[in-house]
């Protein structure tokens, strides 16, 4: 990374700039960065602009373009747009509840339905066809009336009063695991994005804390740069992002982490 020499009243200007338009310098609109800042902390994983130009910059103007990036994330997770993102992003992880319990007779009422319409259309087309398709419906009304007479024997087991009680169990059954999963859901999903951001910037903050800003970069195949250390090689993309931000930028973006944490109730 190659730093510029910037005489210090040109990086304090340049700061002030930033304050104002690091969209322009990133080249991302207001909506690619809420939108960069929302998945991140949703998925708990880095997702913004991978531009060489932020490079280009003196570390102070890198330092001072992280303090009004942490301030704009800031700002945005206080708006409606980011609470409502929020609410239907935890309703989309809400448990879905168990279908309605049917009677047996009910669900006998319904099968007896569907095996008449099946063996109505087989006879109709049995009355139209010719050749090896009429005997293929002619050989399939005989099921259908088999199935509708089963269905209607009042000896049939499936319909019984012991099964009648299986069915009612195991429906209670399911409906007990749903409410044990709707409290998990509520404990994990409060109504409030509070918790989500707690999560993402502590995982910045462990994260950030093992990148070595020390390691060896060499040539790798097609000339792409990799870590001389094969360790560091298998690293996250989060870990790899955060050592090319450098020491100075993750610095700072981990003393706003930090206090944004202490602010969190």
């Not at 909506?31 to 531009?51: C, H, L, R």
């Not at 932020?54 to 890198?62: E, G, I, K, L, Q």
Request: net charge positive.
């Amino acid at each position: 990374m190659k730093r510029y020499i910037i005489p210090a009243m040109a990086v304090i200007a340049l700061a002030f700039t930033l304050a104002e338009g690091f969209l322009q310098t990133l080249e991302m609109t207001k909506a690619d960065a809420e939108n960069a800042i929302w998945y991140s902390f949703s998925t708990g994983s880095y997702n913004g602009p991978a531009k060489t130009t932020y490079h280009n910059f003196a570390v102070p103007v890198r330092v001072a373009m992280v303090k009004e990036i942490g301030a704009f994330a800031k700002a945005y997770t206080g708006t409606e747009g980011f609470r409502k993102n929020y609410a239907e992003y935890r309703e989309n992880r809400k448990p879905s509840p168990p279908e309605p319990l049917k009677t047996l007779a009910e669900s006998r009422k319904e099968s007896r339905a569907t095996i008449q319409k099946a063996l109505t259309e087989a006879e109709d087309n049995a009355k139209k066809s010719t050749g090896d398709t009429k005997k293929i419906y002619e050989g399939v009304i005989p099921v259908f009336r088999q199935q509708l007479k089963d269905l209607d024997d009042p000896n049939n087991p499936m319909y019984s009063a012991e099964m009648e009680a299986m069915v009612k169990q195991g429906h209670d059954d399911q409906v007990k695991a749903y409410q044990e999963e709707v409290k998990q859901w509520e404990k994990k999903y409060p109504t409030v994005p509070t918790a989500m951001i707690k999560q993402t910037l502590k995982y910045f903050l462990e994260i950030s804390a093992t990148v070595d800003f020390t390691a060896k970069l060499k040539k790798g195949p097609e000339g792409m740069m990799v870590f001389v250390n094969p360790e560091y090689e298998n690293k996250s993309s989060d870990w790899k992002y955060i050592y090319r931000s450098g020491k100075e930028s993750t610095d700072a973006a981990r003393a706003i982490a930090t206090q944004w944490l202490g602010e969190l109730k």
